[in-house]
């Protein structure tokens, strides 16, 4: 790129060590998680970024595996919530008490007060009890009586729902949606690494030898150091060229609102300087696209029952808005 491109906020040696960070952590939670580099580096990307993860897939692919791998390696507390038709918001977020000792009242923290949050199988809970999560996602903290009470920071949510399987579930609004920064799919492994993975003696799944990498005061500073990472005013008319693609498409009921996009530029950021760059460029656009703005994409019905998908729908305007080229800065 061009002048107009030209990097700036966190110095070469800032992004230098924060890509070396960003490849300590892989590597420790790809001990418990093989073959799944892709979506590890995905997570990590939301974690630098202050947003929240949503793991679909079907059982057995290592999503409850890969959320404890990415607490322990980061360090932090890490807490889990099964949720069930029976749980109620005060079992996530807490409660007040009386406690007999000295007749006062106090508050009971919840799960929720964790730097890892693992929310597994959140589609099996009822409504109330998914909304309650959204307060403490979007604003980071929790009200309780009329008393508000902060979160740890860094504060990162992994939610995972079976696709598949749809007994006993409430599909999640678009509002909750909206509050997952990324969606991430695992899949199954390829030969290679399922055959490492079936190997007796394997590592794969061993959650209690991933290596705490950095801590989460450090976590914190890195990420707001990350958020003056240079983005051009071309890839930003690029970003919003893209959400306007998308928005206008026929098959489009809802696109990404103006908060989607910024969450994507969030991201760009932060992939960029794992990257090494501090600056991006229209190939982080491309490769963050799907995972950041597909889960912020409702079909109409007719599209849906065409055989359509947001992703499709989002490929489509990829190839359909021109990216910034150098000679045009």
């Not at 190939?283 to 055989?307: F, M």
Request: net charge negative; proline share 7%; aromatic share 4%.
């Amino acid at each position: 790129m061009t002048s107009t491109l030209a990097p700036a906020g966190p110095s070469e040696a800032a992004v230098a060590a924060f890509r070396q960070l960003h490849q300590r952590l892989g590597d420790a939670v790809e001990t418990a998680l093989h073959g799944k580099r892709a979506a590890v580096d995905l997570v990590l990307v939301s974690v630098f970024a202050g947003g929240h993860v949503l793991l679909e897939d079907v059982p057995g692919t290592g999503k409850t595996t890969l959320a404890r791998a990415v607490g322990k390696a980061l360090g932090g507390d890490v807490r889990r919530v099964q949720f069930t038709p029976d749980l109620l918001p005060s079992d996530v977020t807490g409660t007040t008490v009386f406690d007999p000792r000295d007749g006062q009242i106090r508050f009971r923290e919840g799960p929720v007060f964790a730097h890892v949050v693992l929310a597994d199988e959140i589609n099996r809970a009822a409504a109330k009890t998914q909304s309650s999560l959204l307060e403490v996602m979007a604003e980071r903290t929790v009200t309780v009586d009329g008393e508000s009470h902060r979160v740890p920071d860094p504060f990162l949510v992994i939610a995972t729902q079976n696709p598949v399987d749809l007994d006993g579930t409430y599909r999640l609004p678009e509002a909750q949606l909206d509050r997952f920064l990324v969606r991430v799919s695992l899949g199954f492994p390829d030969a290679e690494h399922e055959i490492e993975v079936l190997r007796p003696g394997s590592s794969a799944g061993h959650v209690d030898d991933v290596a705490a990498v950095t801590t989460p005061e450090e976590v914190a500073a890195t990420a707001r150091a990350l958020e003056s990472l240079h983005v051009a005013d071309l890839l930003l008319r690029y970003v919003r060229d893209l959400g306007v693609a998308i928005r206008e498409d026929p098959r489009v009921r809802l696109g990404a609102s103006t908060r989607g996009l910024r969450a994507l530029v969030r991201c760009l950021q932060v992939h960029a300087a794992s990257q090494g760059r501090n600056y991006v460029v229209p190939g982080d656009v491309q490769r963050l696209a799907e995972p950041v703005l597909a889960h912020r994409t409702v079909l109409t019905r007719d599209a849906l029952l065409a055989g359509h998908t947001p992703v499709g729908v989002v490929h489509d305007a990829l190839q359909a808005v021109p990216p910034p080229q150098p000679d045009g800065a």
